[in-house]
């Protein structure tokens, strides 16, 4: 059975840094690109980042490039998602997400984590 | 990027009945590389067909979805209980991956 579960949210002040942990367990994690995805309380949902199953190709939404970074460690089955001066605007439910390919994103997502929650305020 | 407009905003349908869900493109969505999910309360998406009209694994066969270029749909042919929920699409053949805004299937 595929599990993805997130870790690291919290309470944030603006321009503060937090890490975004996703544990993966239920399949090869290595063969499969990994994606964020956010929600906003009340909102629709909004793709954030991607990489590839070698961890070798990487992609952003403009809103977050250059200020989060996708990364993962393969042996230890586990993707990460540091955030940067953040700000109110990233406010959100964070999700981790599989897709059932190994490199080609855009794409769907097959599997979801149950999300961890960011709150950037003073 | 390309925007998904869904309609209705809100659907009100009684159990039993039939659910027809709207997703429009700003432009067209290349190889039919769309997808839909259900959410509920509390609960993370959870994915119902790609493809347009493929349907994941062990979703029942009441969900279908059709459509090309710009337009597709998402019917439900009979509405059970536990098919209260938003409903997103999601295009997948032009970066950036964007959905939609959400459809939200209410109890009438």
């Known amino acids: 059975e595929v599990q993805l579960l997130e870790s690291g949210g919290g309470l944030v002040q603006p321009g503060g840094s937090l890490r975004l942990s996703c544990a993966a367990s239920?399949?090869?994690?290595?063969?499969?690109?990994m994606s964020w995805v956010r929600q906003a309380p009340g909102k629709g949902l909004v793709w954030v980042s991607t990489?590839?199953?070698?961890?070798?190709?990487?992609y952003y939404a403009d809103s977050v490039k250059g200020r989060f970074t996708i990364s993962r460690d393969n042996p230890k089955n586990t993707l990460y998602l540091q955030m940067n001066s953040l700000g109110a605007e990233d406010t959100a439910l964070y999700y981790c997400?599989?897709?059932?390919?190994?490199?080609?994103?855009?794409?769907?997502?097959?599997?979801w984590g149950q999300g961890t929650l960011v709150t950037v305020s003073s | 990027e390309i925007v998904l407009t869904q309609s209705p905003g809100t659907l009100s349908l009684s159990p039993g009945e039939r659910a027809t869900l709207s997703c429009r493109a700003s432009?067209?969505?290349?190889?039919?590389?769309l997808a839909w999910y259900q959410q509920k309360p509390g609960q993370a998406p959870r994915l119902l067909l790609y493809g347009a009209s493929s349907r994941a694994t062990g979703i029942p066969d009441r969900f279908s979805g059709s459509g090309s270029g710009t337009d597709f749909t998402l019917t439900i042919s009979r509405l059970e209980p536990e098919d209260f929920a938003v409903y997103y699409c999601?295009?997948?053949?032009?970066?950036?991956?964007?959905f939609g805004q959400g459809t939200k299937v209410e109890i009438k």
């Open positions: 990489i590839s199953g070698s961890g070798g190709d990487t």
């Open positions: 997400a599989k897709s059932p390919n190994y490199q080609r994103t855009p794409y769907y997502f097959d599997y």
């Open positions: 999601q295009q997948y053949g032009s970066s950036p991956a964007t």
């Open positions: 239920g399949f090869t994690f290595s063969s499969y690109a």
């Open positions: 432009q067209s969505v290349s190889s039919s590389y």
